[in-house]
């Protein structure tokens, strides 16, 4: 959130001045570190629209914006549960398919799983998706809890007994209730997706007793800190946590980050691509989209930001050693072991607000 | 000033107009503030007055309106649930308290530091003043958030802190610093310290030399002094510097959101997580207006007991 | 006059009787290059109203602060009571001052402010509030014990700092220009009420004025101040009637100062040739000099006569018109032009209501002085 406010805020706002004077503007708010380095510059050389581009780490914050109206922006990219939420709000355009030809590039088995969200994908094109998994320092943890550390499941983070003896190196959570509960829920064995009050109070009572060895909830603060030793094991989203492993390995300063899809299960995204219903240019926004799809698009972010996306005709563009890697495109054995991620009504929403602050306070 | 009006004829033309309207001056002097006030305190304020009587929805904006029109009918509904809401749940009264507390001590912790460099800037020669007042008022030509974000390079685990005492050898393991108390409570100080200063020194620089000569004269060593007279007579520079860093530091979010732990419960925080976490925009403009509520009483009675010292 | 003197014995400067209670000595103050006070020596007897006399920037208060421990002096050595003040703070001296401003404590009660310097000596409550009361009283101020200092008048204030100034009995009480803030004529009532308090309580007072008929009115010595230097030093009449240099004569009262040249010096009597007045000056008694030295003659308005007819002497007799006369009530000043040009002038008393003989404007007046009237000056 805080990211967003700062540099990259300073950075769309110098942008914009320039952009008054042109006609044809896009307006961007993506997640931070979601995007490779030259594909907005292509865009705009290929377009001749000027791209403002604005960047936000949490689904909270985009929703805030959103909600409040006339945001601005052409295009966002919200997480296929938010992306449900504000359908029924009204935010959203319905997309030109027309004016989208690239569609075809996508697979067709992941847009049907995105329509759970989006029925028909009326709304939205994935952008990319992943998982929610644990990101850890390699070397930190083994040296804390041996060769044997249970590294491929939620209990390095949810038992007290492997948290207690990470702590002084850094547990860090993602601060969003709809992203640490489900996990909670997989590490007690429950049902991911339940809205039982009595099982979300367990859930909190898990995320409670765990308090005390967090170094900090946020949402993005943990990829350079990941990267740079700063904490050792994050709640976190595959392709952050790939992030931080590259900018280690840039560093060379011999810190190792590795990510694991816990064997209970993990949370299955889908980041989508999305028109709100007051953008000022829906024609670039739909230019953007399809652009997007183009397969060396799609295939130079997946290689820059190491998540995966659903655009099989970019796969043979896509670097063999992110292709390859099970935990960035899952085999089927993980894939069946991943869960949607959850929508919950007015009622649990509050609920979980509820009881996440108080798990984070301890209050 | 009137002679200019009347040299620049935009200027002619415009006073001839508001004196049309009957606004002279004078009028305007004070018609210029109020109309501030106004435009960016009471208007917001009647918003999030609004809002929090509001009921949530899924909608865009993500509440009903009050104001429902059915032909010649119209009906307004008010909910007052979002306030019932802050009394259910400890949260809130807890953040409240913890605000407060957090920001009462760390206005005293600033009046702690910032009072004897005060004095010292006050008792400083002229040329010297100048000089220390400019390195207090520095930090400003910086952006706040930069600042911050250069104190989580101080204070993280292989910060500068840490790898100096590290390497030093005091230490053999980082010590935790950042996501503490202790950081948030470093961070206010640090970030107030010169809105304690500045009216300390305006206070203390215009402290008479001659009283204090005069208590040392009719026996009063230093320390007697400074309590007898320098401290009552600063009264006022010290409830108007306590004001100016425990009000904002009561509804501060930056600092404890970028600093603090996750126990850093600050109201702040609260009504953020409110407001996106859980999109419920009239709850947090509920506990916006408790808040303000909750401020309200605090700062009556450091007023009532400035005006009585400045009477004094 | 058969009986011994009572005066000599209360003066000890005279007698000798008694060692100065304080000793300035050498003292010297130097802010920079700037000599505020220059090598000033100086003794000050138990019981004595002395009034530091001098115009602004004449050091006068900075050898007050020196007194108080404001300020150090550079060279030099400062005696109270036979103990020397080097390195004592103004909280160890048994010294009190009366500020120039008053300095009360705004933020205390009159009462308040007078216990204050009880207080500090950690004497109890009960005893120092008997102590304000009494002091309260000798002032007048018992009514006004709960007011605070921005309640009461000029005057009101000026004793509530008298009081706390007082009631720790200092050996010394220094006091800055005591009644500068006041009006006239509160000021004349004051000056008695000063002397009256300082014999009842036979505290040593020393006051820096730069009004000289307070310091005339008050002082039992004066010691007149210009930069830095104590000019003279003597009491009232000595310093009024006997100036040593043309700066006192002329910074204490008025004077008509005529510059001339020794033409006879003899024994008894010398005489004095001088332009100004196209005569001589006779002086009815001798002089240290020598024949031609430049000399300066100073005599005080109210010792110059003026008559319509020829006074019946031969020296010190001029011819003068009446160029104008300002009446003051009890005198009228009299400005008169001598033929040379030369202006005088002279006081005389209004003796009656209405005088149709009174000189007027315009009128030809003789004008005398007697030959001891007036002082000579070498300097």
Known sequence: MIRSLSLAGLLAAAAALPALAQDKVVHIYNWSDYIAEDTIRKFEAETGIKVVYDVYDSNETLEAKLLAGHSGYDVVVPTSNFLQRQIAAGVYQPLDKSKLPNLENMDPELMKAAAAYDPDNTYGVIYMWGTNGIGYNVAKVAERLGEDAPTDSWSLIFDPKYAEKLADCGITLLDSASEVFPSALTYLGLDPLSKKPEDLEKAAGVIEAIRPYIRYYHSSQYISDLANGEVCVSLGYSGDVFQAAARAEEAGKGVEIAYSVPEEGAQQWFDMMAIPVDAPNPEAALAWINFIMKPEITADITNYVWYANANTASLPLVDPEIRDDPAIFPGPDVLAKLYPAQVYDARTDRLITKLWTRAKTGQ | MSAVIERVAPLRWTAALLAALGLRGRTLVIAVPMLWLLIFFLVPFLVVAKLSVSEPAIAMPPYLPLVERDGARMTISLSFENFGYLFDDPLYIKAYFFSIRLAFFSAVLTLLIGYPIAYYIARSSEARRSVLLMLVILPFWTSFLLRVYAWQGFLRSNGVINNFLLWTGIIDQPLVMLQTNFAVYLGIVYTYLPFMILPLYANLVKLDEALLEASADLGGRPLPTFFHVTLPLSMPGIIAGFMLVFVPAIGEFVIPELLGGPDTLMIGRVLWNEFFSNRDWPTASAVAIAMLIALVIPIMILRTAQQRVEEE | ?379
Request: hydrophobic share 40%; charged share 25%.
């Open chain 3, 1 to 379: 006059m058969n009986t011994p003197v009572p005066v000599a014995t209360s003066k000890p400067w005279i007698t000798g009787a008694e060692p100065p209670f304080i000793r300035i000595s050498k003292v010297t103050k130097r802010f920079g290059d700037f000599y505020a006070v220059d090598d000033v020596s100086l003794d000050i007897y138990k019981g004595e109203l002395f009034c530091l006399l001098g115009g602004s920037g004449c050091g006068k208060s900075t050898l007050l602060r020196m007194l108080a421990g404001f300020e150090t002096p550079t060279e030099g050595r400062i005696e109270i009571d036979g103990q020397d003040m080097a390195g004592k703070a103004p909280y160890e001296r048994p010294t009190n001052m009366m500020f120039q401003s008053y300095a009360l404590f705004p933020h205390m009660t009159v009462e308040k402010n007078v216990a204050y310097g009880l207080y500090r000596d950690g004497m109890k409550k009960a005893e120092a509030m008997e102590k304000v009361a009494e002091m309260l009283r000798l002032v007048q101020l018992t009514p006004f014990a709960s007011r605070k200092p921005h309640q009461l008048s000029g005057g009101q204030r000026q004793r509530v700092a008298l009081a706390r100034s007082l009631v720790k009995r200092p050996k010394l009480l220094l006091l800055d220009e005591p009644l500068g803030a006041l009006d006239k004529k509160l000021r004349e009532e004051t000056q008695f009420e000063l002397i009256k308090i300082q014999e009842s309580l036979g505290v040593t007072f020393i006051v820096v004025t730069h009004d000289q008929e307070e310091a005339m009115t008050l002082a039992s010595r004066i010691g007149v101040m210009n930069a830095g230097q104590i000019v003279q030093v003597g009491e009232p009449p000595e310093i009024y009637e006997h100036p040593n240099s043309r700066f006192v004569a002329d910074f204490i009262g008025s004077v008509n100062m005529f510059e001339g040249r020794v033409t006879e010096d003899e024994p008894d009597y010398i005489r004095l040739g001088v332009a100004d007045l196209g005569g001589s000056i006779y002086v009815g008694h001798g002089v240290s000099c020598v024949l031609d030295q430049q000399l300066w003659y100073a005599v005080r308005p109210e010792k110059i006569r003026i008559s319509r007819t020829r006074p019946d002497k031969t020296e010190n007799v001029f011819r003068a018109v009446v160029d104008e006369i300002a009446y003051m009530g009890n005198i009228s000043i009299h400005r008169l032009k001598l033929p040379t040009g030369r202006l005088l002038s002279a006081t005389k008393a209004n003796l009656t209501r209405h005088d149709d003989e009174a000189i007027t404007w315009g009128d030809e007046v003789w004008v005398t002085w007697d030959d001891t009237a007036g002082a000579v000056l070498t300097r």
